[in-house]
Structure formats: C-alpha cells, structure tokens
C-alpha cells in the first residue's frame, strides 16, 4: 500500500494483512474516494474513525486536509500510525485516539475537532457501519461534521437517509462499497 497522490505521495504504508480484522483499503478504492471528494478536502479536518494503519487518514492529510484523527484500538496499529505520523514529518497534523470508535463518539470526543469528515470502515461482518451513523447522528449537534463516508461491505445495507444526513453518492468495487453522506 502506498499514498497515492498530494505531499507524501509515493509513501509506503505497511502490509498489515496478518492481523485479524483488518483489511486495508485499496488504492483503488482510496483513489474512488478522494477523486469523489477532490479539491474539498483542503483545510479540512478528516476523521478516521477504526483507522487501522491510518492509511486513508494518512491520504487525507496527504491531499490538504489540515488535520486527521485517528481512532483505533489495537496497540499494534497506533504504533504504526504514530511511527508513521513520526517519518513523513506531520505528527502536529494528526491526532491519534486509543478508543473504541462507538465510545469515542459517546464519550463526545470528536466534539473536541469538529471534524468536516468521518470516514468509517469498521470490519467487514461485524455490523458496525449502522451503529456508528446513528451514534453520529445522536451527537451531531455536538460533533457537526458535514461529511460521512462509509467503506462497507456490500451486503450490509444501509438506508439512503440518516437525518440530518442523505445519500449523495455511491461506488462500488468488488465487495466493497463507498456510500457519500452529507449533512442536508
């Protein structure tokens, strides 16, 4: 895996494919996503939420966003993202949260950043992709993000409204879908 476009484009990311639930995103579907939010990123604050080795979070930054919280739980993945924030010399961009994603939400936080972004990619089959846009949706006065953007797997279904949230757009590649929220 490797950053595929911006200031550290180029820049590898490591296989992480031998640790249980965790499955990277491609860079073509990496690519699908930043060419569908393209030049908005700028001065953004993207939020990784279930990070694994930060390597959306990493292209965000990568493409303009101002800042990037990163939210994981496996000790093994935050010493990838803080070795990784460390040797592309942008640890003042980034945030790293040692959260469950859920109790990050709960706990309120995200409130804290107000990120314009929220990425979710929880892991495949575990039915995360519903509970955390509604646990969004129970903080929103508070968390404001305009964005969600949810990497899941296409037999989990979701709804085409979330309110205050709907559907603009959706990819699809393989198994996997990018489905586009943004706040109405």
Known sequence: MRIISGLLKGRKIPNVFNLKNVSPSSDFLK??????????????????LYAGTGNVGFEAVS?????????ETSPELISIII?????????????IIKQDA?????????????????????????????????KIIENSNLIKASNII????????????????????EKSRGKSVL??????
Request: charged share 30%; hydrophobic share 40%; net charge positive.
């Open 31 to 48: 690519g699908v996503l930043f060419n569908v939010i393209a030049n908005d990123i700028e001065g953004k604050v993207f939020c990784d």
């Open 63 to 71: 493409r303009g966003a101002a800042f990037c919280i990163f939210v």
């Open 83 to 95: 070795k990784l924030s460390k040797q592309f010399g942008i640890e003042e961009k980034v945030k």
């Open 102 to 134: 859920l109790k990050a939400i709960e706990k309120k936080i995200l409130t804290e950043y107000k990120p314009d972004y929220i990425f979710i990619d929880p892991p495949y089959d575990a039915g995360l992709c519903e509970k955390t846009i509604n």
């Open 150 to 169: 949810i990497q899941r797997d296409k037999r989990e279904p979701l709804s085409a409204k979330y309110p205050p949230y709907k559907l603009i757009n």
């Open 179 to 184: 489905s586009f929220y943004r706040a109405i």
